[in-house]
């Protein structure tokens, strides 16, 4: 199956558009986006009604603030993993602690602005477990995978290319790094690298973080 993929640029955060024999997207980007989005679709030839799914990789305010103006937009279900649901449908704020000097720098930073960050809340309505998730149904040659550690529900979404969109189990931009690299924030390191061994022994060969652009899995086997 040929596969189509198309960043779109939702404030610090990049989410994806997978095209396949159907479409979904992955990551719903910083809340007030909607607008970004629709200029974002407008350069690919995907109309919004063709989104049948929209994958979340994790609850944090920067990857779940616009998802219900997406959905609303393109009539998309909504999947994410059930240990983060309630942090989207009750517009919940958690922030990861940092792993790193930096990280622990920036989380006091972003702990200072969530006064005014406000999450539009909405249903899940396709609840991801830990064993995974076919996306065949939708169309897309690929699964979910449960990869917890930078929080205790994120997920990424291994396409059969060797395609890995992996929300922030990596991260690739100024100013959380400055080369490609594992997370500055998570909740538990160790299951952060437990899940890069699972996605590489699953056949992940090109990463797409959710900050910066994409890199090849031989760095992160590398940093292991």
Known sequence: MNMSIYPIPLGFDQAYIIQGEG????????????????KGIKKTLIKPEDIKLLILTHGHWD????????????????AMHKREKDWFEKSLKPLPPGV??????????????????????????????DEGFPLGEFGIAGRVISTPGHSPGSVSILLDTGDAFVGDLAMN?????LSPGLPI???DLQKVKDSWKLLLDSGAKKIYPAHGN????????NVL
């Not at 479409?23 to 629709?38: C, E």
């Not at 931009?173 to 790094?177: D, E, N, V």
């Open 173 to 177: 931009a100024f100013p959380l790094r």
């Open 214 to 221: 994409p890199f090849s899995a031989e760095i992160i086997r």
């Open 185 to 187: 924030f998570a909740e």
């Open 63 to 78: 990857h779940i603030g616009s998802a219900k103006d997406i959905k609303e937009i393109t009539g998309a279900k909504i």
């Open 100 to 129: 790193i000097l930096w990280g622990k720098i920036f989380a006091k930073i972003m702990a200072m602005f969530m006064p005014l960050v406000h999450i539009p809340a909405t249903d899940v309505d396709v609840i991801l477990e």
């Open 23 to 38: 479409v979904v997207m992955i990551d719903g980007g910083a809340p007030k986006k909607a607008k970004a989005f629709i």
